[in-house]
């Protein structure tokens, strides 16, 4: 009988303080749900209020299983605080992901966002920031197994890759996605630590883990500035369900639970969509020039008076002449503020007018009287007659179906091609059975915000930002016209129709022009081979890009197989049969036609498949991916299905290239592409 391995002494300290910090965050959860509210709160909906308040601290003080409460350690040189001043001793930090104390308000575990955190990330042989060693751990499971050290002030120690840094970046992906907390690096936490006053556009390669600092800084910033961000808010805004589906998990893993996320499609959620665009009408409905034909439209009922306002007030009678009537409707018109304001606005302007002619006549009316004239008959005939009430679908509806009233709008703006492209071919015999489209829904948005001013949130990340349309920009920049915004995308990756040429042109649109643009070339999840393959697109989809690059060198981790037409399906089979054995997720992905049959060839195989967005598991490892959805999305495993297929599937040669792009650089450990047809040129 062999005896049990000892313990390091060192390991098994750290092994008692995850023990005891855990105990302690079970205390502090206790403390919470032990709070007895009755006599503290002074009605049912401040009670209500509160409840909800200590509902959420409780789900964000959860101890999750498999997630480590802390990743690693700071020992700083010198001390910090006055008390391990005295002692003449430096202090030491444990870093995770929240904020953990004992019984007495010692902190056990500092939150990552906090200052002393920092240098976690940013510290350096060359800069070290007083630490004087920094040290990770390895889990299993939630098990800490091991740990590593940086001497970062020990000149005699040379530099080295770190083993556990790397497991934690290739660690098998099953489940939604992680947080990247305990592997941020440098360039990745200055961004995630911008100011919340600034907005931020980062325009990053495949796997250098944009999305991820996105998310992190939504948490970085409610962490910092929460008080602010509780009352305005923040949104993030993804491509699809199946990508927000995917993400979902990151920041109540971080204990953030009070953040939205939406589709663009679902921010504009004014009528039902009921049909889908071609492609050159989407592309002009998402034109940045839609918006003065939608403003000129919105005012194209405001009427100049013909005749003076009489208001009969007791016995007497109070005249306003046609000339100061159009002095007041034309200097509210002249101001350009929202038409509904300027509408609800224009009733209180002419009672003030009739209320100095009142003064004059030796009256002295107050506020009351000013109230009681702007409810007046003839004054509220006269608002609706020179300055009518506008319904944003019924005007949109209106727009696309009225073919005078349209060219009077676009004059001088859209061709009269385009305008014959805008109007719908059949349309619907009012707005609820109008044909609308996802472009028609945004130009219902826009005349929305026209009429009466979107609300503003504290602050937006925007994700996958390169595809969105002009229109498109504007509809999420109005959601934070007075607050900040991340912004990420890859220009490579842009694969509508109107996807954007230039960041700098999408922050114009956004409302944003001033935004700082980041870039990020370093790869932490594809593989050098893989990504290097996919860069072979780069000059035809986005010439102006610099190729990606990879940290994770990991020799054939990309095959290339071709097959004959009629072996191709059985291949893919095989080919996700091997995936399978090896641990982790693996996607097939192929053109969306090819979805159906591929979905047939697996379950003949008996192999069982997700579609994008239900979360895999251990019983359920391989998802079918339409590449239309692979955006986002990530694998352990990938297996291609015909790249010209994939191409052919979009309207033209560079979107195609483009969608083959991403689908290409879904994978973490490895990339099978199995095809029958040749491949496109630049793949060769």
């Keep these: 009988m062999h005896s049990p391995a000892p313990v390091d002494p060192l390991l098994q300290r750290e092994r008692d303080h995850l023990a005891a910090s855990r105990e302690a965050l079970r205390a502090m959860r206790a403390d919470v749900e032990s709070l007895d509210l009755r006599d503290v709160t002074g009605t049912w909906v401040s009670a209500a209020v509160l409840q909800n308040q200590i509902t959420n601290r409780i789900a964000a003080l959860a101890d999750l299983a498999h997630t480590p409460l802390f ?6 040189l010198h001390a910090i605080s006055e008390e391990q001043a005295e002692g003449g001793v430096g202090e030491r930090f444990y870093i995770g992901r929240r904020h953990v104390h004992d019984a ?113 800084r939504v948490a970085y ?31 109540p893993a971080l204990g953030e639970l009070d953040v939205a996320q939406a589709t663009v499609q679902e921010l504009v959620k004014h009528v039902e969509i009921r049909a889908e665009d071609p492609s050159e009408a989407a592309r002009l409905k998402g034109d940045a020039r839609m918006a003065e034909v939608l403003r000129r439209a919105v005012r194209s009922g405001i009427r100049l008076p013909t005749e003076p306002l009489v208001v009969v007030r007791g016995s007497r009678r109070w005249r306003l002449p046609v000339y100061e009537l159009t002095e007041i409707i034309e200097e509210l018109r002249g ?121 503003s949130l504290g602050h937006v990340v925007l994700d996958e930002a390169q595809d969105l349309s002009p229109m498109q920009y504007r509809a999420v920049g109005r959601r934070c016209s007075t607050g900040s915004a991340t ?70 981790s990309l095959t290339l197989r071709q097959v004959e037409p009629e072996e191709l399906d059985s291949a893919l089979v095989t080919a996700c049969r091997s995936a399978l054995r090896r641990e982790g997720s693996t996607g097939l992905i192929a053109a969306d ?40 999305l990530e694998y352990d495993y990938v297996v291609l299905d015909e790249p010209a297929a994939v191409v052919a599937g979009e309207p033209d040669p560079r979107t195609g290239l483009r969608r083959l792009y991403v689908a290409l650089t879904r994978a973490v450990s490895g990339l099978a592409v199995l095809h029958a047809q040749p491949l496109p040129e630049q793949l060769r």
């Design 71 to 76: 990743f690693g350690r700071l020992d700083y």
């Design 335 to 455: 101001r350009e503020i929202r038409y509904g304001a300027a509408g609800a606005a224009l009733p209180q302007r002419l009672a003030h007018a009739v209320l100095l002619k009142m003064e004059q006549g030796g009256e002295a009316p107050d506020d009351r009287v000013q109230d009681a004239v702007a409810r007046n008959p003839q004054v509220k005939a006269l608002v609706k007659q020179c300055w009518p009430p506008v319904d944003p679908a019924k005007l949109v509806h209106r727009l696309l179906t009225d073919a005078e009233f349209l060219a009077s709008c676009a004059d001088g703006i859209l061709t009269e091609d385009e305008q014959a492209t805008l109007r719908w071919a059949k349309p619907g015999r009012s707005v609820k059975t109008a044909p609308w489209t996802a472009a028609d829904a945004v130009l219902v948005d826009e005349t929305a915000d026209l009429v009466q001013r979107t609300a």
């Design 221 to 251: 910033l409610l962490y910092a500035h929460r008080d602010r961000l509780a009352k305005s808010g923040t949104l993030v805004v993804g491509p699809n369900r199946s990508f927000l589906h995917y993400i979902e998990q990151v920041l």
């Design 487 to 556: 912004v990420l995308g890859d220009l490579a990756q842009g694969t509508t129709p109107w996807a954007t040429g230039s960041w700098a042109e999408a922050l114009h649109h956004l409302g944003k022009p001033t935004a700082h643009i980041e870039e990020l070339t370093k790869g932490f999840r594809v593989p050098e081979e893989v990504i290097a393959y996919a860069s072979r697109l780069l000059p035809a989809i986005a010439p102006g890009l610099a190729p990606a690059t990879s940290v994770r060198d990991a020799p054939g």
């Design 593 to 632: 036609a090819r979805i159906p049959a591929l979905s047939a060839a697996l379950t003949a195989a008996g192999l069982a498949h997700l579609e994008p967005g239900t979360e895999t598991s251990a019983d359920a490892r391989l998802t079918l991916v339409p590449a239309s959805l692979a955006k986002g």
């Design 104 to 216: 007495t308000g010692d902190p056990m575990v500092i939150d990552w966002r906090a200052p002393v955190s920092q240098p976690f990330y940013r510290a350096s042989r060359t800069d070290p920031l007083d630490v004087d060693r920094r040290r990770r751990f390895g889990y299993t499971g939630g098990e800490l197994t091991a740990y590593e050290d940086e001497h970062l002030s020990d000149p005699a120690e040379t530099d080295g890759a770190s083993a556990l840094l790397a497991a934690e970046i290739e660690k098998p992906r099953v489940g939604p996605m992680r947080d990247i907390v305990a592997t941020i690096q440098p360039e990745q936490d200055e961004i995630v630590r911008a100011e919340i006053g600034g907005t931020v556009c980062v325009q990053g390669a495949p796997g250098t883990g944009k999305t991820a600092v996105g998310l992190h």
